[in-house]
């Protein structure tokens, strides 16, 4: 018998909007002291009447456009019942049958599939609702009182649930990643797991892969009960969380006792392995109803309006950037990961191509956008990373402006300044904010000699031919003759060809 999980999760997005969800308290109280941000509506006093939040509504209709949603036309708020301390009305106004967005499709890269798991899957949304926040409880010391801070209570949340068709923990967690970036590119919060801006719950069970022709597939249940698991606060935390339930199914499949019924365990962070906390109740046991106190959402013109403000999202981007710029899949992707370095991507392109036009090359863009990407890959992506990762700072706030960085990888591209000059270009660059040119100069790293100049064209051939270069060094001879004519090419024909070759073959002896 050979099994495969199914897994569908629960996420609470926070919506980072300026007020609560149906107040006018400040939503940005998270490290305000306790019970400072909160009035009469979010601690749920009697007569007190919620107003819904016309940005957590805007909020809700882009991010559910954006996991591909439909609008819900007229929706609605409903309250859901329990009994809980960090729940002062006894009832959370939430969604029920007309959630903002509902059948939402989403394909995206499993970037961590292994063996003969999915490397591209697709998700379907189940809905995307809008809900206000409990309050925090906090348990104190020696298990003798727990104390609320309402500041969360009533801030705007998006719950995402989506249908059953993960089929690895690795998939949820390249898809709660992509959903991250999806949320802060479209501004609407700021997705931070860690902080509980993004919470998931994840459900999962096993089921039958029906292999066996024998076997009559009606016979053999499409879904099982389920666990749900709670309690997840990080990336990591889904991943090991979803392989622990997993396993622990597994097992119990094995020896002949499969979960009978649904329910509810908590990730235990320390001891690594899940809980049973209760059995689950159903949505008959909120006793949800239509809020009285709400008037229903007209959603169809608001969606026309809030559609227009739509940002680029990161599946297109990428795209965009390997069409665009020639980088290559896992550049693009890496560029795209972070909005600042994806906006100091673009505006380095765009200062490089404005270059070429004026700096009379006779050279076509689409024949170096390539040589830029590479440039770009290696000195964006690893040199400069690296440097700002050691001096602490951050693209958006480094002396590092765009303008300057095209121009030294003009400088590159032009055989200026050789690749350890370089190295010393760019942190001078970084620290003190001065254009390369200018620094090149004052430090007289500008290659004069005729010997530099081909050296340097040696080592752009090496760089840009890694497969001949491999080729050569696996004992194919005859390839260094391709290297000495590109080198040729590289230098206009001035060079003499024994010296290349002579040079290629020493630094190629060294690597
Ligand atoms: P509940 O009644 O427990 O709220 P729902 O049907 O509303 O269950 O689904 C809640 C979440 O659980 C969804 O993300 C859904 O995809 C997922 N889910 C439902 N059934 C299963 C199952 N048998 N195995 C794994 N996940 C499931
Ligand atoms: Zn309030
Ligand atoms: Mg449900």
Same mark, same amino acid.
């Given at each position: 018998?050979?099994?495969?999980?199914?897994?569908?999760?629960?996420?609470?997005?926070?919506?980072?909007?300026?007020?609560?969800?149906?107040?006018?308290?400040?939503?940005?109280?998270?490290?305000?002291?306790?019970?400072?941000?909160?009035?009469?509506?979010?601690?749920?006093?009697?007569?007190?009447?919620?107003?819904?939040?016309?940005?957590?509504?805007?909020?809700?209709?882009?991010?559910?456009?954006?996991?591909?949603?439909?609008?819900?036309?007229?929706?609605?708020?409903?309250?859901?019942?329990?009994?809980?301390?960090?729940?002062?009305?006894?009832?959370?106004?939430?969604?029920?049958?007309?959630?903002?967005?509902?059948?939402?499709?989403?394909?995206?890269?499993?970037?961590?599939?292994?063996?003969?798991?999915?490397?591209?899957?697709?998700?379907?949304?189940?809905?995307?609702?809008?809900?206000?926040?409990?309050?925090?409880?906090?348990?104190?010391?020696?298990?003798?009182?727990?104390?609320?801070?309402?500041?969360?209570?009533?801030?705007?949340?998006?719950?995402?649930?989506?249908?059953?068709?993960?089929?690895?923990?690795?998939?949820?967690?390249?898809?709660?990643?992509?959903?991250?970036?999806?949320?802060?590119?479209?501004?609407?919060?700021?997705?931070?797991?860690?902080?509980?801006?993004?919470?998931?719950?994840?459900?999962?069970?096993?089921?039958?892969?029906?292999?066996?022709?024998?076997?009559?597939?009606?016979?053999?249940?499409?879904?099982?009960?389920?666990?749900?698991?709670?309690?997840?606060?990080?990336?990591?935390?889904?991943?090991?969380?979803?392989?622990?339930?997993?396993?622990?199914?597994?097992?119990?499949?094995?020896?002949?006792?499969?979960?009978?019924?649904?329910?509810?365990?908590?990730?235990?962070?320390?001891?690594?392995?899940?809980?049973?906390?209760?059995?689950?109740?159903?949505?008959?046991?909120?006793?949800?109803?239509?809020?009285?106190?709400?008037?229903?959402?007209?959603?169809?013109?608001?969606?026309?309006?809030?559609?227009?403000?739509?940002?680029?999202?990161?599946?297109?981007?990428?795209?965009?950037?390997?069409?665009?710029?020639?980088?290559?899949?896992?550049?693009?992707?890496?560029?795209?990961?972070?909005?600042?370095?994806?906006?100091?991507?673009?505006?380095?392109?765009?200062?490089?191509?404005?270059?070429?036009?004026?700096?009379?090359? /006779? @050279?076509?863009?689409?024949?170096? =956008? *390539?040589?830029?990407?590479?440039?770009?890959?290696?000195?964006? $992506?690893? %040199? &400069?990373?690296?440097?700002?990762?050691?001096?602490?700072?951050?693209?958006?706030?480094?002396?590092?402006?765009?303008?300057?960085?095209?121009?030294?990888?003009?400088?590159?591209?032009?055989?200026?300044?050789?690749?350890?000059?370089?190295?010393?270009?760019?942190?001078?660059?970084?620290?003190?904010?001065?254009?390369?040119?200018?620094?090149?100069?004052?430090?007289?790293?500008?290659?004069?000699?005729?010997?530099?100049?081909?050296?340097?064209?040696?080592?752009?051939?090496?760089?840009?031919?890694?497969?001949?270069?491999?080729?050569?060094?696996?004992?194919?001879?005859?390839?260094?003759?391709?290297?000495?004519?590109?080198?040729? /090419? @590289?230098?206009?024909?001035?060079? =003499? *060809?024994?010296?290349?070759?002579?040079?290629?073959?020493?630094? $190629?002896? %060294? &690597?």
């Amino acid at each position: 018998m050979t099994l495969e999980p199914v897994i569908g999760l629960e996420i609470h997005v926070q919506l980072k909007t300026k007020s609560k969800m149906f107040c006018g308290c400040d939503n940005r109280a998270e490290d305000a002291p306790p019970n400072t941000a909160v009035c009469p509506i979010c601690m749920g006093h009697p007569g007190t009447l919620p107003v819904a939040n016309a940005q957590a509504i805007n909020y809700g209709i882009l991010a559910s456009l954006a996991i591909g949603c439909r609008i819900t036309p007229q929706s609605k708020f409903d309250r859901k019942n329990y009994f809980y301390p960090d729940l002062p009305k006894g009832y959370q106004i939430s969604q029920f049958d007309k959630p903002v967005g509902v059948d939402g499709k989403m394909t995206l890269e499993n970037p961590y599939a292994k063996g003969n798991e999915r490397t591209v899957f697709t998700i379907g949304i189940t809905r995307l609702h809008l809900e206000e926040d409990a309050a925090k409880l906090q348990h104190a010391e020696g298990g003798r009182a727990s104390l609320v801070d309402f500041n969360r209570a009533g801030t705007p949340l998006a719950e995402i649930v989506t249908e059953p068709d993960f089929a690895s923990a690795s998939e949820a967690k390249a898809f709660l990643q992509e959903l991250r970036l999806i949320m802060r590119t479209l501004g609407v919060s700021d997705a931070d797991m860690e902080k509980g801006h993004l919470r998931c719950d994840a459900n999962v069970s096993l089921r039958q892969v029906i292999d066996d022709p024998a076997v009559e597939k009606e016979s053999v249940a499409r879904f099982n009960p389920k666990t749900e698991v709670k309690n997840l606060n990080s990336f990591k935390a889904v991943e090991r969380a979803l392989e622990y339930e997993i396993l622990r199914q597994t097992k119990l499949w094995e020896i002949g006792t499969p979960p009978m019924v649904t329910t509810t365990r908590g990730w235990d962070e320390d001891k690594q392995i899940t809980v049973e906390q209760r059995v689950k109740e159903d949505s008959a046991d909120y006793r949800y109803f239509p809020e009285p106190d709400l008037p229903p959402l007209e959603l169809a013109e608001l969606e026309n309006a809030v559609r227009r403000t739509m940002p680029e999202l990161p599946e297109a981007k990428r795209q965009r950037f390997r069409e665009e710029y020639a980088l290559g899949t896992a550049d693009a992707k890496q560029i795209v990961e972070t909005p600042g370095l994806a906006d100091f991507t673009e505006q380095t392109f765009s200062e490089l191509r404005e270059w070429l036009s004026s700096s009379g090359e /006779k @050279e076509e863009w689409d024949a170096v =956008k *390539p040589k830029f990407a590479k440039l770009v890959s290696g000195w964006l $992506l690893s %040199k &400069l990373l690296g440097l700002m990762a050691e001096i602490k700072t951050d693209i958006r706030i480094a002396k590092l402006t765009p303008e300057n960085f095209a121009e030294f990888l003009t400088l590159l591209h032009a055989g200026k300044i050789n690749s350890t000059s370089a190295q010393e270009v760019l942190r001078a660059m970084l620290e003190s904010g001065q254009d390369p040119s200018q620094i090149v100069a004052e430090r007289g790293l500008e290659q004069v000699s005729d010997l530099g100049d081909l050296e340097l064209a040696v080592d752009n051939v090496i760089l840009a031919n890694e497969k001949v270069v491999g080729d050569y060094k696996a004992g194919k001879q005859a390839a260094i003759m391709f290297l000495v004519g590109q080198v040729m /090419k @590289e230098t206009k024909g001035k060079a =003499k *060809p024994d010296l290349v070759r002579e040079i290629l073959e020493a630094k $190629l002896g %060294k &690597l």
